[in-house]
T-cell receptor, first 115, second 108 residues
């Protein structure tokens, strides 16, 4: 079974540019999450999809961030325009209905650097 | 808000036992999870405590005491491959709230 994949693995952009991150969850997982880790700090929740619906987007920092999950499969997270403080590692995770205690399966992350 | 405190770094020798503590100032969560992350890799699930007490999975054990707002991850018979970051996280509804992580360095 393929795990959660994310693209790109690294992205370096200049302040003011736009970047789109992609996440492909484990096939059949209805729940998809985005998290972010800023240098050395905790991994912070951004939002949660159930299929194509946003269940909880309380962690989205501001309206420069837009997440979509059309068709309930892969998801994209767009940052427009990017600011310096958006630098960090963006993780995607997915979860099916079964599993232990809400075990979430994480992707390897996209390391975003905004210069 | 919710906050979890973990030591930033722990160093131990191969074959030893190490305990990584996690204290929290929050309530109303479903359970305490632990995740492991090797450099540049994906965080991977290690354990989950819904109830107070000890959960054992091979060389790893995890403990939760809600009355003490405290949990820990215990790693036995340490191996070099256990060098990684370890995160505690509480489960609120469907989302995980993480601590800042503990870097474990295993020395030979």
């Amino acid at each position: 079974e393929a795990g959660v994949t994310q693209f790109p693995s690294h992205s370096v952009i200049e302040k003011g540019q736009t970047v789109t991150l992609r996440c492909d969850p484990i096939s059949g997982h209805d729940n998809l999450y985005w998290y972010r880790r800023v240098m050395g700090k905790e991994i912070k929740f951004l939002l949660h999809f159930v299929k194509e619906s946003k269940q909880d987007e309380s962690g989205m920092p501001n309206n420069r961030f837009l997440a979509e999950r059309t068709g309930g499969t892969y998801s994209t997270l767009k940052v427009q325009p990017a600011e310096l403080e958006d630098s960090g590692v963006y993780f995607c995770a997915s979860r099916g209905l079964a599993g232990v205690g809400n075990e979430q399966f994480f992707g390897p992350g996209t390391r975003l650097t905004v210069l | 808000g919710q906050s979890l405190e973990q030591p930033s770094e722990v160093t131990a020798v191969e074959g030893a036992i190490v305990q990584i503590n996690c204290t929290y100032q929050t309530s109303g969560f479903y359970g305490l999870s632990w995740y492991q992350q090797h450099d540049g890799g994906a965080p991977t699930f290690l354990s989950y405590n819904a109830l107070d007490g000890l959960e054992e999975t091979g060389r790893f054990s995890s403990f939760l005491s809600r009355s003490d707002s405290y949990g820990y991850l215990l790693l036995q018979e340490l191996q070099m491959k256990d060098s990684a970051s370890y995160f505690c996280a509480v489960l609120y509804g469907n989302k995980l709230v993480f601590g800042a992580g503990t870097i474990l360095r295993v020395k030979s």
